[in-house]
């Protein structure tokens, strides 16, 4: 079975702290993604990653960075978090199968609190 | 930009069949897909369809018509652990994938 796990499923911040939430899969993916999931808002896309060392912005980059160094890493970054960054943050993984279907495995969520 | 729109619920009863449609805009089109959500989980994949028409997995269907940029998911013979968030997704050129805001479905017994 594929495996994506987020290394915290909850956290409480304090506004202004640097935040790391880290994810690792073990399906070989060249695909990651971070996505922030809010009531009536859906999941929105923050980063993805198609390769080590690569990124593209999502929809909503703005205050977040991300890190991967390994393939199977893919680290989400609040530098200086704040309260409207309270969210649910899915983690996601997939082969690189354009045009042939990309099924994304998630992981179970890290639901962040900054206070 | 780019879009997707998809109601924000439905009401069905348990044993009828239900369709929850999605239309998109984008640039860029690869194919569409839907996914599951339960209450606390995280999203799981349903379906994908790249090319125009019905693609059907037990008492899932999903359907694609690209030119009307439109698709749905038909759920049949209801069962209530159905209930759940349903999200359409589109894949595009540049394997983003991008979610709608999510359908969800009540079943009633």
């Known amino acids: 079975d594929v495996k994506v796990t987020q290394s915290s499923r909850y956290l409480v911040k304090r506004t202004g702290e640097k935040v790391f939430l880290e994810c690792v899969q073990d399906?070989?993916?060249?695909?990651m993604f971070w996505y922030r999931q809010d009531p009536g808002l859906g999941l929105r896309l923050i980063y993805f990653?198609?390769?080590?060392?690569?990124?593209e912005k999502g929809d909503i980059p703005e205050g977040y960075s991300v890190s991967r160094e390994k393939k199977e890493r893919f680290s989400l970054i609040l530098e200086s978090a704040s309260t409207n960054q309270t969210s649910m943050y899915l983690c996601?993984?997939?082969?690189?199968?354009?045009?042939?279907?990309?099924?994304?495995?998630f992981g179970e969520g890290s639901w962040l609190t900054v206070v | 930009g780019q879009s997707l729109e998809q109601p924000s619920e439905v009401t069905a009863v348990e044993g009828a069949i239900v369709q929850i449609n999605c239309t998109y805009q984008?640039?860029?089109?690869?194919?569409l897909s839907w996914y599951q959500q339960h209450d606390g989980g995280a999203p799981t994949f349903l379906s994908y369809?790249?090319?125009?028409g019905l693609e059907e997995t037990g008492r899932f269907s999903s359907f694609l018509s690209r030119s009307d940029s439109y698709g749905y998911l038909l759920l049949q013979e209801l069962q209530m652990k159905d209930s759940a968030s349903y999200f359409c997704?589109?894949?595009?050129?540049?394997?983003?994938?991008?979610f709608g805001k999510g359908t969800r479905l009540h079943i009633l017994p």
């Open positions: 996601a993984s997939s082969f690189y199968r354009r045009g042939l279907g990309n099924t994304i495995y």
């Open positions: 399906m070989d993916h060249e695909n």
């Open positions: 990653s198609y390769d080590v060392k690569m990124k």
């Open positions: 984008t640039s860029g089109f690869y194919g």
């Open positions: 369809n790249a090319l125009d």
């Open positions: 997704a589109v894949l595009n050129r540049d394997d983003k994938i991008i």
